[in-house]
């Protein structure tokens, strides 16, 4: 089985691209989704954010992410420790879900698949790419945030020529190439 990791930036149609390999018969690990269930689900997660951040980062609905947001927010180092805990978790689930899927490819969807470390147990990384004006707008009216936030937001992420550089393909989320046909052409670009 092939496994693909899908990333791009804040607003670039990673969900969008998601969704439509999804309906051409790739199952998605959706990883944003996993991780938040697993960090409050998963009792070594649990354990471990309590043992780091202490007995009130738990609530009786989970973690409390206004909290830890309050943790993390300006401590680099201790966000770090945070990721140490999630992300193998996230990783492994992954691959015990990817093994149970019956498709020839699998996909993880990850807008931080570089630095979470998502890269290192999928077989072909794949960008969506959209140009910044257009990301912005698109976070604006999803998100009912300002420009300057969102700016914010994608300077605090890997930049798309980074991202560009470290992935195996790349598809144009621009407004003026059709998604699907790129989807087409990536599947067959996958077969051997």
């Known amino acids: 089985m092939v496994k693909i990791g899908i990333t791009g930036g804040i607003g670039s149609?990673?969900?969008v691209v998601a969704t439509l390999l999804s309906?051409?018969?790739?199952?998605?690990?959706?990883?944003d989704v996993e991780s938040k269930r697993l960090t409050n689900d998963s009792p070594l997660i649990r354990e471990r954010l309590t043992a780091l951040l202490g007995p009130d980062i738990y609530t009786d609905e989970g973690v409390d992410k206004k909290l830890l947001a309050s943790y993390i927010f300006h401590d680099a180092t201790l966000l770090r420790k945070v990721n140490q805990i999630i992300h193998p978790?996230?990783?492994r689930h992954f691959l015990a879900w990817a093994e149970k899927q019956s498709s020839p490819?699998?996909?993880?969807?990850?807008a931080i698949l570089f630095e979470s470390g998502f890269?290192?147990?999928?077989?072909?990384?794949l960008m969506v790419y959209a140009p910044l004006s257009l990301r912005v707008q698109r976070v604006v009216d999803r998100d009912k945030v300002s420009?300057?936030?969102v700016e914010r937001r994608i300077r605090n992420q890997m930049s798309d020529e980074e991202k560009r550089e470290r992935s195996d393909y790349v598809i144009y989320n621009d407004n003026s190439r059709a998604?699907?046909?790129?989807?087409?052409?990536f599947i067959e670009w996958l077969k051997p």
């Open 13 to 15: 149609g990673k969900s």
């Open 105 to 110: 490819f699998c996909a993880i969807e990850s």
């Open 147 to 149: 420009p300057i936030e």
């Open 23 to 31: 309906l051409s018969g790739v199952p998605v690990y959706i990883a």
């Open 179 to 185: 998604l699907i046909p790129q989807i087409h052409a």
């Open 89 to 91: 978790e996230v990783n």
């Open 119 to 125: 890269d290192k147990v999928v077989d072909t990384c």
